[in-house]
């Protein structure tokens, strides 16, 4: 149990609010700090301008999913703004998205993104890849005036340590958290020398541009690969006549027997796998690299985080910046084989067939040392230049599907290291393989860059604030 003794006159900045949250959060000792902060401080509406003052979320609306580009536009939600690829999001319907309700939840690069529903007080910078996706009403936007505050400091600032706290205690509900433009309106913003805002500027903006180019060499390795192994594309699962419907030999259903096993995308793209390996040759996952799941295990956690190692979920290495509060202890992490090295491929190994499952991350600087979830398939490459080809062929759309397909279980379906290690991938001759590991490790070294930008942003923010508090 955590407890505070406040003042009665804090409560007058708080609204009277009698609920904890606001006064435990670090949001009080933060306002005190910066009510004595020798700088201009800024309210946040202040600094912004757009649609409803530049600070806004969006109406409730019923979400209507179509699954064709053709007719939707990408849609990204609270829980996956944070995503490092946005290639998978789903598709809201374009009409829907083009009205008077909705065309004005459109994504631009330079906003500031909050989660306002649920878990509050997740962040994103917007940048160009994010350009043409819409927003739920459960992300907030902050709209930076260019001539009044670089939008890179203001993201700096609201997501470091100290804008952190004063957003959270502006959240309320009993179960479900809310988060609304009103509360953060009056937030305070300390100013900086106009150089210093504009090298913090600069480096998000850095990182942004990063993840976009990170994003485009990861489609790049991918279409390489499908280009140089002569795949055929597979055609859009909304292209094939429904029900599935797919044919097996007695044969074939020695090892399965469940239908989604046999349906024809799975099919075509196990032929078309085959046919590249006629060209080529074939190999296994298990003969390129090692496979294997760490099991069950009993979390301990450390009280003291060098007594452990950072723990993250198979969601986490998924997103940006990927942090954690809590350190499993070293022991527990090493004897279990849940540490994360880098070259190392990890697949989500749970979930439904239309979720994540089946898709993977090439880990790097970024993710290297984190403990990570027994939920997530690793695959450790013999040879550590050839995990960029290995990932490209594996998040290819035949690569998914094949793994997808190896998915067993009636109600959370679960992959096997035994069955994923005896999937076959095209192996060209080694200067195709190396084309295409070059453009995936490229794109890795931009993802990482891109973490160590914003993490230099944020420490140049932090000790040019604690330095004028002294």
Known sequence: MRTAVIRSSWMEGYGYRLDCSPYLGGALETKILLEKLPLRKDPLHTLTKGFDGGIYNGPQFVRNYVESAEHGVPFMTGSSMQLADLSNLPMLSRRDAHGTKLRHLELQPGMVLISCSGTIGKMAYARQDMKGIWSSQ?????????????SGYLYAYLSSKFGVPLLVSGTYGAIIQHLEPLHIAELSVPRLDDALEQEIHALV????????????LKREAVAAFVRLCRLPDLKVLNKYPTPHLGSATSTQMTQRMDSSYFIAPCAEARAAFDAAGRWWQSKSLGAVAE?????????????????GYPYITGADVFCIKPTSSQYLMRGV????????????????????????????????????????????????????????????????EHGICLLKREAAGSSIPHLDAGRIASVEIPWPDKPI?????????????CWDRADELEEEADSKLVRAIEHAAK
């Open 138 to 150: 459960d992300v907030l936007k902050v709209v930076a005036d260019p001539e009044k505050i670089p």
């Open 433 to 445: 393989r190396a084309q295409v590991a070059e453009l995936a490790h490229r794109a890795r070294e």
């Open 333 to 396: 992490a090493r004897e279990n084989r849940l540490l994360l090295e880098n070259g190392m491929i990890v697949l989500h190994e749970a979930g439904q067939r239309y979720g994540l499952i089946g898709r993977g991350v090439m880990v790097g600087r970024t993710l290297e040392g984190f403990a990570c979830t027994n939920n997530m398939v690793r695959l450790v490459p013999h040879d550590e230049a050839e995990a960029g080809y290995i990932f490209a062929a594996l998040s290819s």
């Open 291 to 307: 496979v294997f799941i760490p099991t069950i295990f009993k979390r301990l956690y450390a009280d003291d985080p060098a007594q």
């Open 205 to 216: 903006e850095e990182a942004a541009e990063l993840r976009t180019k990170a994003s485009q």
